[in-house]
C-alpha cells in the first residue's frame, strides 16, 4: 500500500481503511489524516482490530503458494473467521441512523 492513498474524497472503506486509520503510523492514531480522527475511540479499536485480522488473513493466504494442501485451506478459513468476526462485532454495536426530517 502506498502511503498517503485511502486519504482523497471517496476513498471508502477500501482504500481508507487501509491507510486512513492509521495503522502504523507510529503512535498517531488518533492523529492521522485519514477519517480515524472523526470516530469513536471504540469503533476505531474494531478497525483497528478489523485491519489485523485481515492482514494476518493476507499474509496466511500469500504464504500458501500454489497448491495448498486440506490442512492450509483449513488455517486460513480459521484466519478468515476472524476477520468476520470483527466485522460482526462492529456492525453489533454501530447503526448508521439516517434522519432526514421528514
Ligand atoms: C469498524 C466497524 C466495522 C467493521 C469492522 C465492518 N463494518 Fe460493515 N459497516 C459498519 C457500519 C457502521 C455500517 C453502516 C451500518 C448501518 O447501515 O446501520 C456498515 C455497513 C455494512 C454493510 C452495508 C449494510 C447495509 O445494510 O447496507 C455491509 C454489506 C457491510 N458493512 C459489510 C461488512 C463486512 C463484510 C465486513 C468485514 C469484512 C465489515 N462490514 C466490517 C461498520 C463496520
Do not use: K
Not at 28 to 33: D, E, I
Amino acid at each position: 500500500m502506498e502511503p498517503g492513498s485511502g486519504q482523497g474524497p471517496g476513498g471508502g472503506m477500501g482504500q481508507g481503511m487501509g491507510q486512513g486509520m492509521g495503522m502504523g503510523r507510529g503512535g498517531g492514531m488518533a492523529m492521522g489524516p485519514g477519517p480515524g480522527r472523526f470516530m469513536p475511540e471504540n469503533f476505531r479499536m474494531m478497525g483497528q482490530s478489523f485491519h489485523a485480522a485481515g492482514q494476518r488473513f493476507a499474509e496466511q493466504a500469500r504464504a500458501m503458494g500454489e497448491s495448498p494442501d486440506a490442512a492450509e485451506v483449513t488455517a486460513l478459513m480459521g484466519s478468515l473467521q476472524e476477520v468476520t468476526a470483527v466485522c460482526r462485532s462492529c456492525h453489533d454495536t454501530f447503526r448508521l441512523i439516517i434522519e432526514d426530517g421528514s
